[in-house]
């Protein structure tokens, strides 16, 4: 995890679990870094006027504002748990780490009894996977990033040739087929809307300059007539 992504992860977890609080040695536990580290973060986010106070003493540590935090929420135990599944099934996909952030603010916020209640019930859900399946590979988080950001991506790809090019890219969106997830963009070498598959992207960075207004209902290659594309509904 980068500095950037790791930043973020803080806040998050901060959120997740305010008004209490987290040491430093759980943080860099957490995020697999030194003491040291989580703290000139944590000095870095109160510099950029992120509101975390030290709580001092033997129990002490860092907290969130609570004007930061979420209100009470009545999520019920299977909702809960109906979303938790849903993550665990999904695998690598986008937007994936901050889903986890979201169902960790879920259970902080609600009740003892309603979370623990949660906690019972998905340790009656079993998922069987084949023993030697390979990990799923993380989908770049600056590729969510650029999209929410509107940036343009410059990327290392490799075609289904094995032909390898650097282009800049306009992410436009993601999309999901038999091979795994694809990354629709506005391909300024082609100049035309492709369909990236995310396993074939090598190094990718996001760079400052923005993307043009594009129309989302391109996929850059014909659909087969026995698939249909359909939306998330939110």
């Given at each position: 995890m980068n500095r950037t992504d790791r930043l973020y992860a803080i806040v998050e977890e901060l959120r997740a679990v305010a008004?209490?609080?987290r040491t430093a040695r759980e943080l860099a536990q957490r995020y697999e870094v030194s003491v040291r580290t989580i703290e000139r973060d944590i000095a870095a986010l109160q510099q950029a006027s992120i509101p975390i106070y030290a709580d001092v003493g033997r129990r002490g540590g860092y907290?969130?504002?609570k004007s930061m935090s979420l209100p009470p929420l009545n999520f019920t135990p299977a909702e809960?748990?109906?979303l938790a599944v849903a993550l665990a099934r999904s695998e690598a996909m986008p937007f994936e780490q901050a889903g986890q952030s979201a169902l960790?603010?879920?259970?902080?916020?609600?009740?003892d009894r309603n979370?623990?209640?949660a906690r019972a019930l998905a340790a009656r859900i079993r998922l069987m996977e084949p023993v030697d399946a390979p990990p799923a590979q993380a989908i770049p988080s600056v590729i969510a990033q650029?999209?929410?950001?509107g940036r343009v991506l410059r990327i290392s790809y490799a075609d289904r040739f094995g032909a390898h090019s650097e282009r800049e890219v306009e992410p436009t969106a993601f999309l999901s087929g038999s091979n795994g997830w694809y990354l629709i963009a506005w391909c300024r070498l082609r100049e035309e809307s492709r369909c990236f598959r995310l396993d074939r992207i090598g190094a990718v960075t996001m760079t400052d300059l923005p993307t043009a207004q594009r129309p989302l209902d391109g996929t850059g290659s014909d659909i087969p007539d026995d698939l249909?594309?359909?939306t998330v509904a939110l």
């Open positions: 008004p209490r609080v907290a969130l504002e809960a748990v109906a960790r603010k879920i259970l902080a916020v609600m009740s979370a623990a209640a650029s999209i929410e950001a249909q594309l359909r």
